[in-house]
């Protein structure tokens, strides 16, 4: 349910074309559709509205969207040092197959921060994420690979890690191909 809240809505999505668009007035009329109109919010708009184009405005009310993401709020919650409550949130995310999701968990995992450190688990989510294209992910398969960390040493998958990251721009992996 409350995954659902967080993504915006067909009037959200509308909301945000009126204001690309300049059509300050439509918008105006479709917010209370999107949300109920609250002081707060009305505030919110004015300052939308104040802004010197359309697209700075949609912008802003796209960045104010994200941040009530479960991703963004685990984020903030990592900055936070509240571990416990960062893999609360990334881990239905990974689950779902989200990759960025997966790689911070096996941080967490990696690092025992709100979770007991284990490198094993560490190993399986940087996989997963690896799989799903997260850059950062295959690199640390690679060495995972390469100094047994979570996983029995195995130099030529750490070789083919390596070399997927390589692939993908990532500098550092490239000095191991």
Sequence with gaps: VAAKKDRPGAHQVLLL?????????????????????????????????KLSSAAEAAQALKAHFYERTPFAR?????????????????LPLAEKGSADAQH???LLYQQGLGVSQSPAKAFEWYL?????????????????????????????EAAKWHQAAAEKGDATAAEYG
């Design 128 to 156: 997963l994420a690896a799989k799903g294209g997260n850059v950062p992910a295959m690199e640390q398969v690679g060495l995972s690979y390469q100094l047994g960390q979570g996983v029995k040493k195995n130099g030529a």
């Design 74 to 90: 685990a984020m903030a919650a990592y900055g936070a040092e509240d571990y416990a409550l960062a893999y609360e949130l990334w």
């Design 17 to 49: 074309a009126l204001l690309a668009t300049g059509d300050r007035e439509a918008a105006r009329a479709e917010l209370p559709k999107a949300r109920p109109l609250t002081p707060e919010l009305e505030k919110y708009l004015d300052s939308l509205f």
């Design 104 to 106: 911070n968990l096996a």
